[in-house]
């Protein structure tokens, strides 16, 4: 397969990190590398990038010059049905094909316990007819998730909780081990909330047409949770109202807004080209 981009033929001289001056060299090297990416991509007849924000490259270059001995995180958010998962899902194939240190974690693990309310209430779906927003942030134990960011960060691995996806509604603390790898990949809405969101240095926001992302959900509840159809349709008329009142802000505060209806072939190779630029050394 040929590349998307024409790769370097020839290894540069790996600059020296330990130096200001070597991670600035590093620096202007990759702003040209993506500089060269986007514009590739926005030539292409379904871009993978629909947006960039234009304060991205310099400030991801200063995080490299000045924070470099600390893990690089990635947040990856969109409303349900986006594609955020799917896109999460080719960057773990991505990597593990390359060999390379990544963990990815999903933030619905930090759901709050509400197995007490779904006692009360009977059943989930009760529960959140009675009001219960679950995907608001108050949902969410983001003091834990922001510590365990900041902990990953740092280099140390965390025990992170576990939210049941069974409908009992219990989290389990500190269920698993998480280890802190060279580049961590956080997926979920609870990314970009107010109190975890500026812990990422790079922020992605994943979008799709409605349509498409309600067809997805419908589908996905019935055929994998075994929903009713006319549930189903209630819970996407809940989660849409969400998205748009605590999901879609963010959209304008991230780095990146990647197309979730991309080729993921296209996006793979993307991926692929990015690891070779930054490992383009002698």
């Known amino acids: 397969m040929q590349s998307i981009i024409e790769k370097d033929t020839d290894k540069i001289l790996k600059p020296d990190l330990s130096s200001k001056s070597g991670r600035e060299l590093l620096a202007f090297y990759l702003q040209s590398k993506f500089k060269q990416i986007f514009v590739y991509d926005k030539k292409q007849d379904v871009p993978i990038i629909n947006a960039i924000n234009p304060n991205f490259i310099n400030r991801f270059s200063r995080r490299i010059i000045d924070n470099n001995k600390k893990r690089m995180l990635i947040g990856v ?18 990597i593990e094909q390359l060999s390379m240190p990544v963990t990815v974690l999903s933030t619905d693990n930090y759901f709050n316990d509400i197995s007490g309310l779904i006692n009360k209430y009977g059943s989930f779906d009760s529960l959140r007819d009675n009001g219960y927003d679950v995907d608001a942030p108050t949902s969410f134990q983001l003091d834990i998730l922001r510590n365990d960011l900041e902990d990953l960060s740092d280099g140390i691995d ?40 500026d812990v990422f240095d790079i922020k992605i926001y ?9 067809e ?7 055929e994998e949770r075994n929903q009713s159809v006319e549930n189903a349709l209630k819970h996407w008329n809940y989660i849409a109202q969400a ?9 304008k505060e991230a ?13 793979a190779r993307i991926l692929e080209y990015i690891y070779d630029i930054t490992n383009n050394f002698q």
């Open 77 to 94: 958010t969109g409303e349900s049905a986006s594609g955020k998962s799917t896109i999460c899902h080719e960057i773990k194939n991505v």
């Open 158 to 197: 965390i025990k992170a909780p576990m939210y049941l996806p069974n409908g009992t509604g219990v989290s389990v603390p500190k269920a698993f081990d998480v280890k802190a790898q060279k580049i961590i990949v956080v997926e979920g809405i609870a990314t970009m909330y107010e109190d975890v969101k």
């Open 206 to 214: 994943v979008e799709t047409e409605n349509n498409l992302r309600k």
């Open 216 to 222: 997805r959900f419908v589908s996905r509840a019935v």
């Open 243 to 251: 998205g748009e009142k605590y999901v879609k802000p963010f959209r």
């Open 255 to 267: 780095d990146l807004v990647l197309n979730g209806n991309s080729d993921l072939k296209y996006f």
